[in-house]
């Protein structure tokens, strides 16, 4: 489908007026939207940083995450298993500080980041 041309000109004659982000006058990595001469949104750079929201929930998803099934995993290894979950102490408990940290180090480093980073759309860091 062909687009209408007397609105591809009406956008190009407008688009120094439009707010930066629109304009392209942000540089591409920067957050920026793309505007297209057809005066249509694209989708969004996918370089642009993720919202620190999603920073923290994942974060924070992640953390209990491990931190449960690491810690259920590691108390039915070691027989630290009680009626309410699991309690560890001495080498069990510095075993899952241990997993706690790998899990983050290994994904984040090596998988282009954690499970529910993944799941929340948040770039991987790029080598």
């Known amino acids: ?3 209408d041309r007397a609105r591809i000109e009406s956008v190009k004659q407008t688009r120094g007026t439009l707010p930066g ?5 942000i540089p591409p990595g920067q ?8 005066g249509e949104l694209t989708v969004a750079n996918p370089d642009a940083p993720a ?10 998803l992640d953390a209990f995450m ?3 099934a690491g810690g ?9 298993l009680t009626e309410e979950g699991f309690n560890l102490s001495g080498r069990p408990a ?3 500080i241990v997993l706690i940290i790998g899990y983050f180090f290994i994904l984040n480093r090596y998988f282009g980041g954690t499970i529910w980073r993944r799941i ?3 770039p991987g860091r790029r080598a």
């Open 1 to 3: 489908m062909e687009p």
């Open 21 to 25: 982000a629109l304009t392209g006058d």
């Open 31 to 38: 957050g920026s939207f793309e505007f297209m001469h057809t």
């Open 51 to 60: 919202p620190v929201w999603k920073y923290v929930i994942a974060s924070i």
């Open 66 to 68: 491990v931190f449960f």
């Open 72 to 80: 259920y995993a590691i108390g039915w290894l070691t027989g630290n």
């Open 94 to 96: 510095i075993a899952l």
């Open 120 to 122: 929340f759309g948040i």
